[in-house]
């Protein structure tokens, strides 16, 4: 039983560590970099960028 709940907490504290990471992320604008890079790749593979 304490060997479950220890996972269990392990994993909670994962998720929450996950979660700090993309809030930060978000925060400090990697979303839009992200698109714009993907939209540059995108826009030079067909051949217009």
């Known amino acids: 039983m ?3 709940r220890q996972s269990i907490t ?3 504290v994962v998720l929450a ?3 700090l990471l993309i809030v930060g ?9 992200t698109l714009s890079k993907a ?3 995108c826009l030079e ?4 960028g």
């Open 17 to 19: 560590i996950a979660v």
């Open 25 to 33: 992320g978000i925060v400090q604008g990697d979303p839009l970099a």
């Open 39 to 41: 939209i540059r790749v």
């Open 2 to 4: 304490q060997e479950k």
């Open 45 to 48: 593979c067909i051949g217009i």
């Open 10 to 12: 392990g994993a909670l």
